[in-house]
């Protein structure tokens, strides 16, 4: 594609420079949006594999916009943050309209790193044939790729996508694709949001992502040019915003600029998402819990017990479903509750879907006997083709996930992004000798966030992090201080919340932390690398309320000084440590305007066959004030403990008092 055609600007401005020139690339015809947009890609359907003809793309065909959030997820390193892509809502399914039903043919678009020549496309993928003695089908029926995990591949690729080594890449696919993509083959969910925009701003938009999609090629940076920091660039452009067109933060996770989007008033969210396929698993088993519940008013019926109809073995699932069946039998007037619980049997078995077996797709014992029950002459009825739909209407007004508040008031329109504070306050040791205080982050998120837009409720991060408290009294003299380098604390969570450990869907978290150190005028404590596992004891729904434990080992040093004057001639010692800890929060109202964060650490480290035992304690309780001038303000107080004991005992604390600006 020529100049003309590529960048029209610029070959305006040179035609501005040199009005007399003349090429013959002039009088070539430069394809309309209607051809160009999708002129160099097709299409799939994924059972025919027949071309998907997607129709034009233009001013009439495009009904509006949609941003589609793909939550964190662990397969490799760039899922970490997770993504954003642009939902373009199309007229071209008429069918799918009249039916209810999201159009599986509307297109999606994302700006990519250009990994391909370290791994086939899914275009690519979707046209192998597969070996036909290996069961590599998905749960929908349709081939796919495996999903195996290299771990040098996604370490090369994080490094080369730190550095700049790859272009960033115009993609388009199908929504139908993308839901299975990021839902299936990731387990990763599509919170949504409705761009709202003029008539003109969609025009405009529509004429900026073709301009991108014939010309758009820049370097790639994880942190801060990123996939979706250049999507909301070419958003902001699109829409005339200057300043959505040039927001940077030295570091650009997906959620903070979902953050500022909706402080700008350019966004409204949609529930309910599209969500992973173990959170559908799971709003199911919720309708299916109270459908249920329903049933069980006659208990002059013997009945499987609930606990069958979600036991761990698929034999005795399918009894359970095998039971109902027969119930129905004996008494039609149940057999419209049985009939949708059989409906949400193939869902609720998601669940007990094993990704890491050879076989990616067999029809599970349960799923088969619902689906012979709903296909007997028995259940078959005019409702049975319809009655799918009960399910998905029935989660949109009940079953949200823990990052969908049906309430828009509930949460900061904020995230911790370039955020530092203030303060003032007394030593414990001696209420008289004042202090003062000063941190801040590059980016932090606490599990239960105060955020509307936290990455997930149960991830902790933080990265680049510093704090200082100085002793005015003493010559400015450092009281205590701490950095952290990058610290990642997460639990797999369910539909609205984590389970306790010891429950029957209960799992344990992990935790990683790199580059950490604290210290006081006579002790430093650092950690070179670390990892822990998470323990939910207790949490309540969207994890505004949890209590949890942790243990880990980390490897590091401390150095010990005989006195406050004398650090710098002390010796290191380090090696191995060992640490444990119990962490709390308790959110006070239901806004999350205020909330108390509490911890107690242990820390013991080993080396020469000594050990040196570091306790830690700290009370925060957190009000937010509001936002003014672009920020949000929060007070914080905080009481911090820390206790050392080697060959001798050292203790310090104090009490302080600070204002929180969060800038976005």
């Not at 309309?32 to 027949?50: K, N, R």
Request: aromatic share 10%.
């Amino acid at each position: 594609m020529n100049l003309k055609c590529r960048a029209p600007d610029k070959y305006a401005f040179f035609q501005k420079l040199f009005p007399d020139f003349r090429s013959a690339l002039d009088d070539r015809h430069c394809p309309s949006i209607d051809q160009g947009f999708l002129d160099d890609v097709e299409f799939l359907d994924p059972l025919s594999h027949e071309v998907i003809n997607i129709g034009p793309i233009n001013y009439d065909t495009v009904e509006g916009f949609e941003l589609l959030y793909a939550t964190p997820g662990v397969q490799d390193a760039s899922e970490v943050a997770g993504h954003i892509l642009l939902r373009m809502r199309l007229r071209n399914n008429p069918l799918a309209r009249e039916m209810g039903l999201e159009n599986p043919h509307d297109i999606v678009v994302a700006f990519l790193a250009d990994t391909s020549e370290e791994q086939k496309s899914l275009e690519e993928t979707a046209r192998m044939r597969l070996d036909p003695y290996r069961c590599e089908t998905q749960v929908d029926g349709n081939e796919a790729p495996r999903q195996d995990f290299h771990p040098i591949t996604a370490a090369v690729q994080a490094l080369k996508g730190l550095a700049g080594g790859y272009l960033t890449v115009f993609d388009r696919t199908t929504l139908f694709a993308t839901i299975r993509r990021y839902t299936l083959d990731e387990d990763r969910t599509l919170l949504r949001y409705r761009l709202k925009l003029t008539e003109l701003q969609k025009r405009s938009l529509l004429d900026r992502l073709f301009l991108a999609r014939k010309s758009y090629k820049q370097e790639y940076y994880f942190f801060d040019r990123n996939c979706a920091s250049v999507l909301v660039q070419i958003i902001g452009e699109g829409i005339g915003d200057a300043e959505v067109a040039s927001f940077s933060a030295g570091v650009m996770p997906p959620n903070a600029l979902i953050a500022m989007l909706s402080r700008r008033n350019l966004i409204e969210e949609v529930h309910p998402g599209f969500y992973s396929y173990k959170l559908e698993a799971q709003a199911a088993q919720e309708a299916i819990k109270k459908l249920y519940q329903v049933a069980l008013r006659r208990p002059d019926l013997v009945w499987p017990t609930e606990a069958e109809l979600f036991d761990a073995a698929a034999a005795v699932r399918s009894r359970a479903y095998f039971h109902l069946a027969l119930i129905a039998k004996h008494d039609p007037s149940l057999s419209a509750a049985i009939k949708q619980i059989l409906l949400l049997a193939p869902k609720a078995e998601l669940h007990h879907l094993d990704k890491k077996t050879a076989c990616l797709n067999y029809t599970s014992l349960p799923t088969a006997t619902a689906r012979m029950a709903l296909k007997s002459e028995l259940l078959a009825s005019a409702e049975a083709s319809v009655a799918s739909s009960i399910w998905r209407a029935g989660r949109s007004r009940s079953h949200l996930s823990s990052l969908e508040h049906p309430d828009p008031s509930v949460g900061s329109p904020s995230v911790r992004l370039a955020s530092f504070y203030y303060g003032l306050g007394v030593s414990d040791s001696s209420h008289t000798r004042p202090l003062m205080t000063a941190g801040g982050s590059l980016y932090a998120q606490n599990m239960g966030s105060m955020s509307r837009y936290s990455m997930q409720r149960a991830t902790a991060v933080r990265f680049l992090a510093g704090e200082v408290t100085i002793d005015p009294s003493r010559q400015d003299q450092i009281e205590s201080w701490r950095l952290s380098g990058i610290s990642l604390r997460k639990f797999k969570e369910r539909l609205q919340g984590v389970p306790p450990f010891l429950s029957r869907d209960g799992s344990y978290g992990f935790g990683l932390a790199a580059l950490e150190a604290q210290g006081d005028p006579t002790a430093i404590d650092s950690t070179i690398f670390g990892g822990e596992l998470l323990f939910n004891l207790a949490s309540s729904e969207y994890h505004d309320h949890f209590l949890l434990l942790s243990t880990g080992s980390g490897i590091g040093t401390v150095w010990e000084a005989d006195s406050e004057r004398t650090l710098m001639q002390s010796r290191g010692r380090g090696g191995l440590s060992f640490s444990s800890g119990l962490e709390g929060l308790w959110t006070f109202d239901r806004r999350r305007h205020w909330q108390l964060r509490g911890e107690l650490a242990y820390k013991r480290t080993f080396r020469d066959q000594q050990a040196i035992d570091i306790s830690t304690g700290r009370i925060e309780i957190v009000a937010r004030l509001g936002q003014g001038n672009d920020h949000e303000w929060r007070a914080r107080f905080i009481f911090d403990s820390r206790w050392r004991r080697s060959q001798k005992v050292n203790q310090r604390g104090s009490y302080l008092l600070a204002l929180d600006i969060n800038d976005w």
